[in-house]
T-cell receptor, first 115, second 116 residues
């Protein structure tokens, strides 16, 4: 079945450091790929997405490129801020009959940014 | 535009009881999905409803059920609660289009269920 593997956390960085969170996937067909972020006490918010190979999703300084050859979708940000502290989830969606789709999530990576 | 609203935010129940959680989607969204989040298993898909019909179901026992009303609001029910059902239950809504890129999921803040 489909699966997503992302780097284990927690990750602690100083403000203005470079961030990379690795994500690889296994899926049949051509899934869409997503990064979601979860702040304490809240639900998940869509951070960015990519729907086909070589697409680059970007939002709020975060970027990720859909790499079909390496089945990867690594999240990057050039300069993190304290406000970026949260849990980040990589996810894929693959259609499953009747037009439905479900998200398969990675385990999540907790990021803490210190001043 | 109001987001996805889940009620209640917190619930404490005893083993063997049943519970009903509610979700109001974003206005105009016809698809509602439910996910269970636990520290051990992470985020797991429960089911999806579209226009009052269950369109997809995850690998959960029959104790977990749901329904969707004509106004797209959804409820999920868990009967005969077990300690392992303690989790954050997240509801997500979307337009429900087959084109997934045009129909991302929008999540609510969840209902935290504790079973004692």
């Amino acid at each position: 079945g489909d699966s997503v593997t992302q780097m284990e956390g927690p990750v602690t960085l100083s403000e203005e450091a470079f961030l990379t969170i690795n994500c690889t996937y296994t899926a049949t067909g051509y899934p869409s790929l997503f990064w979601y972020v979860q702040y304490p006490g809240e639900g998940l918010q869509l951070l960015l997405k990519a729907t086909k190979a070589d697409d680059k999703g970007s939002n709020k300084g975060f970027e990720a490129t859909y790499r079909k050859e390496t089945t990867s979708f690594h999240l990057e940000k050039g300069s993190v801020q304290v406000s970026d502290s949260a849990v980040y989830f990589c996810a894929l969606s693959a259609s499953s009959g009747a037009g439905s789709y479900q998200l398969t999530f990675g385990k999540g990576t907790k990021l803490s940014v210190i001043p | 535009k109001a987001g996805v609203t889940q009620t209640p935010r917190y619930l404490i129940k005893t083993r063997g009881q049943q519970v009903t959680l509610s979700c109001s989607p974003i206005s105009g969204h016809r698809s509602v999905s439910w996910y269970q989040q636990t520290p051990g298993q992470g985020l797991q898909f429960l089911f999806e409803y579209f226009s009052e019909t269950q369109r997809n179901k995850g690998n959960f026992p029959g104790r977990f059920s749901g329904r969707q009303f004509s106004n797209s609001r959804s409820e999920m029910n868990v009967s005969t609660l077990e300690l392992g059902d303690s989790a954050l239950y997240l509801c997500a809504s979307s337009l429900g289009h087959r084109d997934r890129s045009a129909s991302p999921l929008h999540f609510g803040n969840g209902t935290r269920l504790t079973v004692t």
